[in-house]
């Protein structure tokens, strides 16, 4: 995992990472083979695994060196690039420092060495507190935008592409459903209930050993009351 340094906050401890905001990753190119990834924690993150024998490079939001990771499983963040800096924010509420610029020179900074990086990436969510616009209905799934991320693989440019929808809230389905089972649970109780008592004999018969009185008409007629007995 990406191990950040002590002077860059947590994103999980910043503001976002609601469920209402979902992004997802729709494709990766160029299409290799030991390269995934995906997004964490609603629309937060990105993991990226490199297991392709090649150095995995990101690019940042002016198309500067932000990160790579090493065929030998080495990940590098670029101090210079303005990423650096404003991924450390959730909403990129930061002050960059003017050394860092996308004309810079790179500055390179071991974080890790297992062969993944995991970084906020802010062309992945929506970039303020306030609805967008595009959601007319909270309580419908809308797509907020599509999205992309630039990657090279080795020497070939491709990018992570995504979309990020608004999801209403689901927290009162799981109420109803359990409601409606609860209840038709209860309608089956009561329906065995009511099928066992009808079913039971009662008076005397019930009692253990009791025996039906001897039929009038005898064995070979009918009996009185023979059209009148309940199929149970």
Sequence with gaps: ????????????????????YRSTVTSVSPQTSGLTLQVLQFSDRLLLRNETGRTVSIEGYEGEPYARVKANGTVEVNTASPAYYLNQSFYGNVTVPPSA?????????????????????????????????????????????????????????????????????????????IIVGGAIVLLGVL??????????????????????????????????DSGHREAW
Excluded: C, Y
């Design 101 to 177: 610029t996308a004309k810079a020179t790179p500055r390179w900074k071991i974080v890790d060495r297992t062969g993944q990086f995991e970084w906020h990436d802010h062309r992945i969510h929506w970039m303020s507190p306030a609805l967008p616009p595009q959601v007319k209905d909270k309580g419908k799934r809308t797509l907020i935008f599509d999205w992309h991320v630039p990657i090279a693989v080795g020497a070939q440019k491709g990018a992570v592409a995504g979309t990020l929808f608004w999801t209403p809230d689901s927290s009162s389905a799981p109420v109803a459903a």
């Design 1 to 20: 995992m990406f191990a950040m340094s002590s002077d860059q906050q947590n994103p999980l401890n910043d503001q976002g990472s609601s469920p209402n």
């Design 191 to 224: 329906l065995v209930v009511v099928v066992r008592r009808r079913r039971t004999p009662r008076g005397p018969l019930a009692q253990a050993g009791a025996q039906r009185p001897p039929d009038p008409a005898g064995a070979s007629g009918a009996s009185a």
